[in-house]
């Protein structure tokens, strides 16, 4: 079993930046690959960003290339997302999660765990 936790999320205006941080705990972190998800409001859970188990290997969706990165540390078992230049459509609860085997994915049904999610909400 491997639980996560995320944080970092809170109220920040358009331009301003967060780093969103996801906590691993259980399995040996520096064995999974790592993803970030969002949900906005009335739609559906989305790709943001993916990261293999070493940290070399990383994909964006293309909404948030040049603006998020992703990294991580396995020596503190934490995953992160700096964001930047935020924009009012990034407004979304993020979600941290975690795939057992396998290479970076899009996909959700790719990962295993789930966090329970931070809020992100950008204002105009």
């Known amino acids: 079993q491997v639980q996560l936790v995320e944080s970092g999320g809170g109220l920040v205006q358009a331009g301003g930046s967060l780093r969103l941080s996801c906590a691993a705990s259980?399995?040996?972190?520096?064995?999974?690959?790592m993803g970030w998800f969002r949900r906005a409001p009335g739609k559906e859970r989305e790709f943001v960003a993916s990261i293999n188990s070493s940290g070399t290997i990383t994909s964006y969706a293309d909404s948030v290339k040049g603006r998020f990165t992703i990294s991580r540390d396995n020596a503190k078992n934490t995953m992160y997302l700096q964001i930047n230049s935020l924009k009012p459509e990034d407004t979304a609860v993020y979600y941290c999660?975690?795939?057992?085997?396998?290479?970076?994915?899009?996909?959700?049904?790719?990962?295993?765990?789930w966090g329970q999610g931070t809020q992100v909400t950008v204002s105009s």
């Open positions: 999660a975690a795939r057992r085997g396998g290479s970076i994915s899009s996909f959700t049904k790719d990962y295993d765990y």
């Open positions: 259980g399995r040996t972190f520096s064995f999974l690959t």
